[in-house]
């Protein structure tokens, strides 16, 4: 499969911005993802951007994309307890397959 | 709305038993289906997907096997667990809207 990679752990204080970063491989990907996945359940899909865009916001979160790089950042604004999770990186290049990568842990600390 | 379902949710099985782990969607038609498989403290690998009934594809070779016998149905199978088999197993669903969607997994345990 296509390689995705991501840092394995990021720690902030509850009320930071959380930035979590992902590099790929395929430069032919069309879509990129991120998953939440909550401990001992599915994952989650959070938000996703096509490859053609540079910038996407959805309330607390914002995703860019730098496609010349092939990186790919989640912010979360303001971050809570409650966004303490694992989150994935995703991309698909002709949506019939989905590679992820190793996923980060994000731990808020009150 | 569509829905994925998984069960067990939970197995212990012994090494050189079978494994049977089932999936079914709910509310789409002609859905990709995928198995991946998260071991303890690392990535999703994808195991196999299927773009329709009959049609598997198998991402990397292995001591599990999949099938769809029916449109919204998926299975994984294993004829002889081992140690290593041991995960989160996870099926996921797509169509052409480019999103996958999780279900909400097996915890397999092979002692």
């Known amino acids: 499969g296509e390689d995705v990679e991501q840092s394995l752990f990021l720690s902030v204080r509850e009320g930071d911005s959380s930035v979590i970063n992902c590099t790929y491989t395929?430069?032919?990907?069309?879509?990129l993802y991120w998953y939440k996945q909550e401990p001992g359940a599915g994952l989650q899909l959070l938000t996703y951007?096509?490859?053609?865009?540079d910038m996407k916001q959805d309330q607390r979160l914002t995703v860019l994309l730098n496609k010349k790089d092939k990186h790919l950042s989640l912010r979360i604004a303001d971050t809570q307890t409650g966004d303490s999770a694992i989150y994935f990186c995703?991309?698909?290049?002709?949506?019939?397959?989905?590679?992820f990568g190793s996923g980060t842990k994000l731990n808020v600390k009150p | 709305s569509q829905t994925i379902h998984q069960w067990p949710a939970t197995l212990v099985q012994p090494v050189g038993s079978p494994l049977s782990l089932e999936c079914t969607v709910e509310g789409t038609s002609n859905p990709n289906l995928y198995w991946y498989r998260q071991a303890a403290g690392r990535g999703l690998q994808l195991l196999f997907y299927?773009?329709?009934?009959?049609?598997i594809s198998s991402e990397v070779p292995q001591n599990l096997s999949a099938s769809r016998p029916q449109d919204r149905q998926f299975i994984l199978s294993s004829k002889k667990l081992l140690l290593s088999d041991s995960g989160f197993y996870l099926c996921?669903?797509?169509?052409?809207?480019?999103?996958?969607?999780f279900g909400p997994g097996t915890r397999l345990t092979v002692l």
């Open positions: 996921a669903w797509s169509v052409g809207t480019g999103v996958a969607f």
């Open positions: 395929d430069s032919s990907s069309t879509y």
């Open positions: 995703a991309e698909s290049s002709n949506f019939n397959k989905f590679y």
């Open positions: 299927s773009v329709g009934i009959g049609q």
């Open positions: 951007i096509f490859s053609n865009m």
